[in-house]
């Protein structure tokens, strides 16, 4: 069919339980879109593909190609998401106007989602780029220390056209400092023919550094996927209800939120699942240890 809403969920998150009653009023106002519910843990390969890292996640296709996503879990969002992907065959200048601005400011929060980022085609370790713009853009980049965040612009097609002309620059790769665009490869070589390039973007801590001040950051540590509010993963959500129990003043780390920290503590901790637990400074261990 012309629209297909695809709901990533977990039996175990009474977010998601809430958001299947909203698409279920939905599936009822707009009879022509499939709405679809995809139990993220039982379909490991799908949820990889799609970079699902947490429930719930809304991804929508049309004709077999994806569109949009929503993170998280926002009722009114999905409905303004729906209304505007079903009617957009029929779209009346206004509603174009609304996406418009929508858009923005989705374009705004992603250029100010870390102090350096770069769009760009796949991603730092896997750039898709037949003329390999990307690949030598990250090899600059990696070869200075800069500290920076990418967003792969073909993961989202709406984002991919639509800061051609928030930005008024037509290629990719492009590298932003402070919100502000910086420019594309040749711009980034001649900053660093100039010496310019150490001064304009900000370095990267060394990760054994910051590691250590995210496990002393308070006297007890806990990285999981999610937060003290929200945990996006079972044993998450079993080691908060134990810790919440306990009366244990704690702190956390969200691991979906940075993939540097999340790899990084595996080898740095030799300890490879989450959540972690650590007392000022040392490793206790993770849910079992814990229980």
Known sequence: RSLAVVHFWAPWAPQCAQMNEVMAALAKEHTQVSFVKLEAEAVPEVSEKYGITSV?????????????RLDGAHAPELTKKVQRHASSSSISVGSNQ??????????KKLINAAPCMLFMKGSPKEPRCGKSFSKQMVEILNKHGVSFSSFDIFSDEEVRQGLKTYSNWPTYPQLYVAG????????????EASGELDTVCPKAQKLEDRLKNLINKAPVMLFMKGSKQMAKCGFSKQILEILNNTGVDYETFDILEDEEVRQGLKTFSNWPTYPQLYVKGELVGGLDIVK
């Open 180 to 191: 502000e665009l910086i420019g594309g490869l040749d711009i980034v070589k001649e900053l």
């Open 98 to 107: 609304t996406a418009k601005e929508d858009l923005n400011v989705r374009l």
């Open 56 to 68: 719930p996640t809304f991804l929508f296709f049309k004709n077999s190609q994806k569109v949009d």
